[in-house]
C-alpha cells in the first residue's frame, strides 16, 4: 500500500513554495505523451476523482484526456487472461514471463502464491505514462517505488539518470528533489489478524474465495526543504492518514490466486482523540462503500494535528483511539479489523 496522500501534501507545499506563476491557470492536458496539470488543484481534484474508478472507468478517463496511461496498460494486460484456464506452472511462468513488465509472481507471509499487477496499490498510477511521468505546473513528477522524484520542466534530462537507488547521489543538487514519507505505529490487533507497527490486515475464506482487508498507519511532520536549500514549516501541522483497501481473490485449480472482480463493500471508522488545555476531545472520521463492482476498493481518512496553534497537542502513536473496519464481497462476508491504541 502506498502512501500517496502524504506524499501530495508534500508535493503541495513544496510546488506552491516555487511556483511563481500560471497558479490559477484550470486545465488538464495531455502534453506530448506526458499528462500536465496546470495548478495543483487540478491535480488533486483529478486524484480524488480517480480514486474511485476502477480500472475500466479510470481508462475510459485517461483516454479522454488524450494521453496513454501506462497502468490502464498494465490492468488491461492483466485482465484479459483467463487465469482458470491454466493449467501448469510452466505454463504460468511462461504468460507472466511473456507479460513481465505489467504483472509478477509474488508469495505472502503463508506460503500462498499470487499474480499482481505492478504498481496495483498506488492510486497515482493512472497519471502516469510509459517511463511513470506526469507534470503538475512546469515540474515533472516521476513515480517510483517509495515516492515522487521532482525536477523542474527544464531539467528534466536528469530523469533519464536519477531514480529511487542512486537518490542519494543526488542529496546535494538543488535541481532534484525527492519527496518520500515515514511510518506511524498501530499497536497490535485482535488474534488472528496480522499486524506490524504501521500495517493491519485480515482476510475472509469460503471455498476459493478470498477478501483481504489492509490498513495502515502513515504519519508526516511537515518540515522539508526546497530547491533553494531553504526550509519551509507547514505551520505546526502533522498530517496522518489511514490508508485502506479491501480486494477480492479468487484461487484455481493450479493453487494460486487472481484478482477477481466483485462488488464490494468497506467501512472504516477512525477515532482521534484530541487533548487541549480544556481536555480530550474524541473526533470521529468516517470512510464508506456499498456494493461498488470492481477489483478493489481503496481509501483514506486523514487528519492534521495543529498542536501550538490551537493548543492540540496530538503525538503519533497515542492520540488515537479505536480504529474499526471491515470490508465483504458476496463470496466472503465480513472480514473485520479492529485496533486499539
Given at each position: 500500500m502506498k502512501k500517496v496522500f502524504l506524499i501530495l501534501a508534500l508535493v503541495?507545499?513544496?510546488?506552491?513554495?516555487?511556483?511563481?506563476?500560471?497558479?490559477?491557470?484550470?486545465?488538464?492536458?495531455?502534453?506530448?505523451?506526458?499528462?500536465?496539470?496546470?495548478?495543483?488543484?487540478?491535480?488533486?481534484a483529478s486524484y480524488n476523482e480517480i480514486s474511485s474508478m476502477d480500472f475500466i472507468a479510470a481508462e475510459a478517463w485517461a483516454n479522454s484526456h488524450g494521453y496513454n496511461s501506462i497502468c490502464a496498460e498494465v490492468e488491461r494486460s492483466y485482465f484479459s487472461i483467463d487465469f482458470e484456464t491454466i493449467?501448469?506452472?510452466?505454463?504460468?511462468?511462461?504468460?507472466v514471463n511473456n507479460h513481465k513488465d505489467f504483472?509478477?509472481?509474488?508469495?505472502?507471509?503463508?506460503?500462498?502464491?499470487?499474480?499482481?499487477?505492478?504498481?496495483?496499490?498506488?492510486?497515482?498510477?493512472?497519471f502516469a505514462n510509459e517511463d511513470m511521468m506526469f507534470e503538475i505546473n512546469n515540474f515533472i513528477c516521476k513515480l517510483t517505488e517509495n515516492g515522487i522524484i521532482i525536477v523542474e520542466e527544464q531539467n528534466s534530462n536528469l530523469l533519464e539518470s536519477v531514480n529511487e537507488q542512486n537518490?542519494?547521489?543526488?542529496?546535494?543538487?538543488?535541481?532534484?528533489?525527492?519527496?518520500?514519507?515515514?511510518?506511524?505505529?498501530?499497536?497490535?490487533?485482535l488474534k488472528g489478524q496480522t499486524c506490524t507497527d504501521n500495517y493491519c490486515k485480515n482476510e475472509g475464506f469460503s471455498g476459493r474465495n478470498r477478501v483481504t482487508v489492509?490498513?495502515?498507519?502513515?504519519?508526516?511532520?511537515?518540515?522539508?526543504?526546497?530547491f533553494n536549500g531553504?526550509?519551509?514549516?507547514?505551520?505546526?501541522?502533522?498530517?496522518?492518514?489511514?490508508?485502506?483497501?479491501?480486494?477480492?481473490?479468487?484461487k484455481t485449480d493450479l493453487g494460486f490466486y487472481y484478482i477477481a472482480r466483485r462488488t464490494l463493500s468497506a467501512d472504516l471508522k477512525v477515532y482521534i482523540d484530541i487533548t487541549t488545555n480544556s481536555g480530550t476531545n474524541r473526533v470521529y472520521h468516517r470512510y464508506q462503500e456499498a456494493g461498488k463492482l470492481g477489483y478493489g476498493l481503496t481509501g483514506s481518512v486523514t487528519y492534521y494535528a495543529t498542536p501550538y496553534q490551537s493548543g492540540a497537542f496530538a503525538p503519533h502513536t497515542s492520540s488515537f483511539g479505536p480504529i474499526n473496519a471491515w470490508g465483504d464481497s458476496p463470496d466472503v462476508n465480513y472480514v473485520y479489523i479492529n485496533c486499539f491504541n
Open positions: 503541495c507545499v513544496f510546488m506552491t513554495s516555487c511556483i511563481k506563476e500560471n497558479l490559477y491557470e484550470n486545465e488538464t492536458t495531455a502534453k506530448g505523451d506526458i499528462l500536465k496539470f496546470n495548478n495543483f488543484d487540478d491535480f488533486l493449467k501448469s506452472h510452466e505454463e504460468l511462468q511462461r504468460i504483472f509478477c509472481l509474488v508469495y505472502n507471509e503463508e506460503g500462498d502464491l499470487f499474480v499482481e499487477p505492478r504498481h496495483i496499490n498506488n492510486r497515482l498510477r493512472y537518490i542519494g547521489d543526488y542529496s546535494n543538487d538543488k535541481k532534484v528533489k525527492f519527496i518520500s514519507t515515514s511510518t506511524g505505529s498501530i499497536q497490535k490487533a489492509a490498513l495502515e498507519l502513515e504519519f508526516l511532520d511537515s518540515w522539508g526543504q526546497t531553504q526550509y519551509y514549516h507547514v505551520p505546526n501541522h502533522t498530517i496522518v492518514t489511514y490508508s485502506y483497501s479491501v480486494k477480492a481473490h479468487r
